[in-house]
């Protein structure tokens, strides 16, 4: 009998959890997810604006480095910014956080946009000065 009820349960769980389309939710605008490096401050921005003009004027006053964008929404920020935390990752003013390298690696792992950032380019230096000639 419990194992029914567990069954019965487990199934609908399932079926909210995979078939329920949280971008089509009202609530959620879709725009622009991107991640932003400052070389003089080290610090890596994360964020979301809701057109290109708008993340252009970020750009341009804040004097940070574009490594990637995609198309997304509103609650993949809040996602996450909520894992990052899970992680161990302090954000400052809840959306920037020194840049780390394994910081990038969780950003990576969790299909962030990152580009051909930091992250990446410090792989291909170490396997070229560790190569054997």
């Known amino acids: 009998m419990i194992n029914k009820l567990i069954k019965k349960e487990l199934k ?4 909210y959890l995979f ?15 991107y991640t932003l490096y400052s070389d003089r401050l ?7 604006a809701e057109n290109k003009k708008i993340l252009n004027n970020k750009l341009i ?13 509103l609650i993949e ?5 909520e894992t990052l935390k899970q992680l161990g990752v302090s ?7 020194k840049y780390k390298n394994s910081y990038l690696r969780y950003l990576n792992t969790l299909g962030w946009p990152i580009g051909k950032s930091l992250y990446k ?8 000065f560790f190569s054997p000639t």
């Not at 609908?12 to 079926?15: E, N, R, V």
């Not at 006053?61 to 929404?73: A, Y």
């Not at 954000?91 to 956080?97: D, E, P, R, Y």
């Not at 380019?121 to 070229?128: E, L």
């Open 61 to 73: 006053q804040e004097h940070f480095i574009l490594l990637d964008q995609k198309r997304g929404s």
């Open 12 to 15: 609908f769980l399932t079926k």
């Open 19 to 33: 078939e329920y389309d949280i971008s089509k939710h009202k609530g959620f605008k879709d725009g622009i997810l």
């Open 121 to 128: 380019q410090k792989i291909i230096r170490k396997k070229i």
């Open 77 to 81: 920020l809040n996602i996450l910014k």
């Open 42 to 48: 080290n610090l890596v921005e994360i964020g979301f």
């Open 91 to 97: 954000l400052l003013n809840n959306k920037h956080f």
